[in-house]
Structures are given as structure tokens and as C-alpha cells.
């Protein structure tokens, strides 16, 4: 019997990938082995805050520096111009979105939100959102006061994320007098919902952020252009005494506009690693979440996200806790505890604390570097129970506007003591 001959590895005729079935583009990779389950985000973050809680320009223009200074820890597509995703967190610009109002003839109640939109490009699509957006709020007995397209120049966008480009508008919203921030907080949450029920099947909407005490900014484009594409966040008179900043490199991931970040309330680098669980215990939860504050609040569900990235679907669990009346330190440690069972030197108060959390939620576990806020309080953590963590820093300084992030060097300081140690952060 005769064999046949052995073919050497680097005898095998080379195929493009298009021969061998490889995606050629980011849509086809939706087609094959790409599994939503498993995205991940591995990024660098920051925050900027003044200690006494002024709202500057100062502030907005540090965490923009800081970001540029991230750049390398983002991807960069083959454009050469679009990035993973960044974007800023800021605390509700309350003078500079008064001051839009008023160019426009608009009248702010005491208590207003703005909505960050992604739109549809499609004129008719985002005419049916704006409709159905509207409902809801007005739902929520909200007045809707008017709709702004937000300036943006495209200019500074690689033509990759220029073809997914969404349309970027705000929708400025008045309470009902006498509502206090978080109770409208709390509708908006309900109504966001019920929204993108009903948009579910228009895949290019996507609420950045729709809230009375916070504001998102973000994209994919580069760190340094995000004060060019976005004009608002180069304009003087727009100030915040908190600032998250985010760049992003995806895992497991395709970029998309939705998915950079900050999200609602948090920012995160790392991983989740027990995501799977967390999903399913949410949706087994599902009609066990109940409060007086939100009657309705199984309106909401599902919860938290199984599409998306695991940094948002903790930020969906972020933000229910918040709804339902916790604090966010409180609902930082409850979903992020440290690694307390065999610590011999915790406090006895805080170790129950801990371990009454515990039958309550399970961690949401994995190397992580978290910054969250609220637009009051802007805490951070970057324990987790049992795996290891990630590096945050922070230069102990006498001065404000006070940095914390994940990457050193980011932020020049004229005056500094020391840098907290890894972990210390909490």
C-alpha cells in the first residue's frame, strides 16, 4: 500500500480571507462565531472632582487632557481615526444648559433634565422615536420643553465611525412643581424604559443618558477630538464639579456607538468575570425588586441588560438600585464588596454590613477599576471579593480639582504629596 505524502504546513496554499469565510466587515462578524454573552471592555478611566463641589470649565478641561493622555489604552481602527469609544461623565451643566434655553426662548422649571439621544439617521425613524420619546415623558406627567441638535463636527471622525454615526440630539424636560430631583429621577427612569421597549426594533436608537443630575458625552472617535466633535464640551461657559472620563478597548467586543463609555452612572475597567451569573440572577430576581417609591417599577423589566456589555449591565444594576432609594456608596458596596470574609482585621460592624449584603446580591466579580456617579457623590472602588484587582491611583493633594484614574502620568500636577498605593483607592 502506498501513502500518500505528507503536506509541510507551509505547503498549504495561502487564502485570502474572504475565500476562507472570515468577516470583511464589522457587520458580517454578527453572522458567525461572535457571541454577545462574552463581550468584555479592558480600558482606562478617570475622574476629576473639586473638593468642595464648584463647577468649573477647569475641571471639564483637565479630564479631557487626561483622556488625550489615555489614548494608548484604546484601539485604534484602521482608519487611523476611529477609536473603541470614549466619553465624559459630567454632573448636569445647569448654567450652560439654562443659558442654551434662554438663546432658544425656552423656560427651565427649578427642576429640568436633559436627554442625550442617539437617533436614527433615517428622518422618518427618528421622527417615530422623537413621537414615541415624547409619549412617555408626557406620560410621566414631564412638559416637554423643546428638542436641540447637538453641535458636532464630522469632520474629525475616521470614515468607519462616520458610517455609523448616529443623529445626536437633546431633549430638555420640566418637572412638575414641587417634585423633588429624585423623584423625577425615578420617572425618567420608568419612562427610558418604557422607551426603548417600544424601540427595541430600531437598533441605532440609544439613550446616552436621560437624567436631571448627570450628562454623557461620547463616541467613537479619538480622546483629543472629543472636545472637537462635540462643541458643547469646548465652550467656556459649560462647567461641572464632576467629571468621569473613560476610553475604551473592546474584548470580545465590536465597537459601537452605545457601547463606549462612561454609561449612565458608572465607568469601569476590567472584567466581569461572573457576568453569566449576575444576568441570570437579575432575571431571577426579576419580581422579587419591589419598592413604594416606584409602584409600577415592573414596568422596567427586564432590568438589566444580556445584549450589551458587562460593564453596562452592571451600570443597569447601578441604576435600579439607585431607583429604588439606596445610596451609591451603599449600592457600590453591595455590588462590588471587598474581599471581607477573611480579613481578621475588619471592624465586627463592618463585617456584618458585608455579610448582610451578601444574601442579598452576590458580587459582581472580576479584575475591576470602577468610578460612579451620581452627580452629588462620585465614588470609587477598585477591589473586588476574590480576584485580583486593578490599579487606581490617586495623588494626595491639597488643592482642587482632585484626579483619581487607572493610568499614572495622565494629569500634571504642580503640587503633590504621594501617590495612594494600588488598591487603596476605596
Known sequence: MTRKPRRHALSVPVRSGSEVGFPQSLGEVHDMLYDKSLERDNCGFGLIAHIEGEPSHKVVRTAIHALARMQHRGAILADGKTGDGCGLLLQKPDRFFRIVAQERGWRLAKNYAVGMLFLNKDPELAAAA?????????????????????????????????????????????????????????????????????????????????????????????????????????????ESAICLFH????????????????????????????????????????????????????????????TGSDSSSMDNMLELLLAGGMDIIRAMRLLVPPAWQNNPDMDP???????????????????????????????????VTVCVRRATSSPKISSSPAPLKSVSGIISLTKWSKKAASGQAN
Not at 417634585?179 to 424604559?193: N, Q, S, T
Not at 467613537?220 to 464640551?233: E, K
Not at 430576581?285 to 422596567?300: G, N, S
Not at 451578601?358 to 456617579?373: C, L, N
Open 247 to 306: 476610553q475604551r478597548f473592546s474584548t470580545n467586543t465590536v465597537p459601537r456607538w452605545p457601547l463606549a463609555q462612561p454609561f449612565r452612572y458608572l465607568a469601569h475597567n476590567g472584567e466581569i468575570n461572573t457576568i453569566t451569573g449576575n444576568r441570570q440572577w437579575a432575571r431571577a430576581r426579576t419580581y422579587k425588586f419591589q419598592t413604594p417609591l416606584i409602584p409600577d417599577l415592573h414596568d422596567a423589566a427586564p432590568f438589566v441588560n444580556e
Open 349 to 383: 460592624e463592618l463585617r456584618a454590613f458585608f455579610d448582610f449584603n451578601s444574601m442579598h446580591m452576590e458580587p459582581w466579580d472580576g479584575p475591576a477599576g470602577i468610578v460612579m456617579s451620581d452627580g452629588r457623590f462620585a465614588p470609587v472602588t477598585s477591589t
Open 130 to 238: 422623537r413621537r414615541i420619546v415624547e409619549e412617555e415623558l408626557q406620560r410621566e406627567t414631564l412638559s416637554i420643553v423643546g428638542w436641540r441638535d447637538v453641535p458636532t463636527n464630522e469632520g474629525v471622525l475616521g470614515e468607519i465611525a462616520l458610517s455609523s454615526l448616529p443623529r445626536i440630539e437633546q431633549i430638555f424636560v420640566n418637572a412638575p412643581a414641587g417634585w423633588r430631583p429624585r423623584d423625577m429621577e425615578r420617572r425618567l427612569f420608568i419612562a427610558r424604559r418604557r422607551i426603548e421597549k417600544r424601540l427595541e426594533a430600531d437598533k441605532d436608537f440609544y439613550v446616552c443618558s436621560l437624567s436631571n443630575l448627570v450628562n454623557i458625552y461620547k463616541g467613537l472617535c479619538m480622546p483629543a477630538d472629543l472636545p472637537r466633535f462635540y462643541l458643547d464640551l469646548a465652550d467656556l461657559r459649560l
